[in-house]
């Protein structure tokens, strides 16, 4: 690759090659957003704080996309329980991994939340998740992907965004857009803050179907302690439990998803919808998860346990501005 | 016409949901169809996406930007002023083959209301199909008007795969689907037409409003329409009163 005046760009040629591809790795930004009437699902990161946090180690701050207008996050590869193993070839970078994982390179374990710097032949290899479901990995300047309706998140049932609409696969060729850009980050470190820890009940705001329930049955989902099932993925992801029986029926006439709308269909255990959600679904949603909350849950994984606490709308929003003054101090607080 | 009546939810601090309630019924969907474009129209700040359905509209919002009560008082506003009049919309004819390896429930389907191959197709090609919505998966379109001949209740176990182009009958729906999806619906036959398309601007042809004819085809015609990357299907200007379904 090079420019009409015959000069390599500067990130030319600069790639990982995946050596092993870990259980589930795809490339995710923070979401292809106000797609829904097309029946896309907004996709994006799980865990969009820790992807925030690997992309700010590295330098990688938010820029308005070029067709909406609309700040986006730079694509991070995704990482599920077991990461990838890659190698460097062709030039420096930097990267940062986020979340609780074990991450070696050349071997050698290096820390979390901490921009390293990687020459060519290097390989880096996250080789577990320790808590939680996910960890991140940035690179300064970012992967080069084409962005789909503003994202390059990976949507695999569609084939669309990462690379080639699905999960990283051993061989592929991950092209860096810009690694010089992210140099200058190299041993920036930030707190480790991990969604994860908080063990407060998962906040939720009651309907917009909670009518076709009865009152024991509201109760019912409010007070029990739900497991998550071995049908967890980033479509959603089903809870064991007692059952809900819906008192009008557990099919209604089609109606819209949102991350975090909790299902309640025919067999009585809820499945919550997460990023990857159809975009309507004819289930009756008892409730809705706060966007507060999304990040926490977005880090479970199967057999983890969790209880709901319902609150008010105007709490959950109060709630949002808070997680969003407390990541800016995050931000501010990098040190190099 | 009569505006029907909404109640505007929360959804969670992620949204308001301006539900009409249980109901399929092609006066209702205008109405959100209509209240879909004035939101849009509307340009409120802090709105991220508004997705309509048979019998809701979900409007997603930021409250970094807009707080719920705020968006809530907007939305009476403009819908007490929403009127719904005639609207240009499309009328697309979609090529299908029927039966055998193309819908593999056709024949138990034809079967089971006792209607000949040639019968089952005059029945389901006659409508014109209104699209009630695009959901579930990128592309797929809700049709409403199939002849009440043809309803019939889903499949007891769904398919956890059904191939992309599928044109499927569930409850008093059918359906095309664009993508490869789990389905407990009856396939009576496939389309090459695809209506989401990563590579295409816009990436989907169909949207909720427009109108959708079936016109019956073969195997082989099916197969030249697939392999010709740059084919896509007819269709036409229509006023949204002449859709008949």
Redesign the interface.
Known sequence: MSTAMGVPEPGAGVAFVVEAPGMMTTLQDAGRLGQGHLGLPPSGALDGMSLGQANALVGNAPKPDCQTGQPQEFGALEITLLGPRLRLSGGRCVVAVTGDAEVLVNGRRVETFRALALEAGDELHVRRVLSGARAYLAVGGGFASTPFLGSVSTLVRAGVGGFDGRALEAGDRLPLSDPAAGIDHAGRVGERHLPQREKRPVRVVLGPQSGAFSHAGITRFLTAEWTISTLADRMGYRLHGPELKSAAGHNIVSDALLTGSVQIPGDGRPIIAMHDRGTTGGYPKIATVIRADLARLGQMKPGDRLRFEAIEPAHAETLWRGRQRAFRRYLAGLAT | MMTPTYHI???????V?I?CG???DIEVNRWIEAA?LAVRAAGIAGV???????????I?YD??TI???ELTARLDALLAALSVGQRRSRRWRIPVVYGGEFGIDFDDFRRRHELSRDELIARHTAPDYRVF????????A?LGGLDPRLHTPRRDSPRTRTPAGSISVGGQQTAFA????PSGWHLLGRTPVRN?A?GRTP??LI??GDCVRFDAIDGARFETLQQDRDWLPDWEWIESGEANP
Request: net charge negative; proline share 8%.
């Open positions: 939810v929360p959804l969670a601090d992620q949204g949901l539900d249980e109901t399929i879909a991220i996406g508004i997705v309509p359905t048979y019998r809701s509209l979900a997603e409250s970094a707080t719920q009560r919505m695009i959901g579930f998966m990128p592309g797929f809700y664009s993508v490869e999806a989401f990563v990436p989907i949207e909720a």
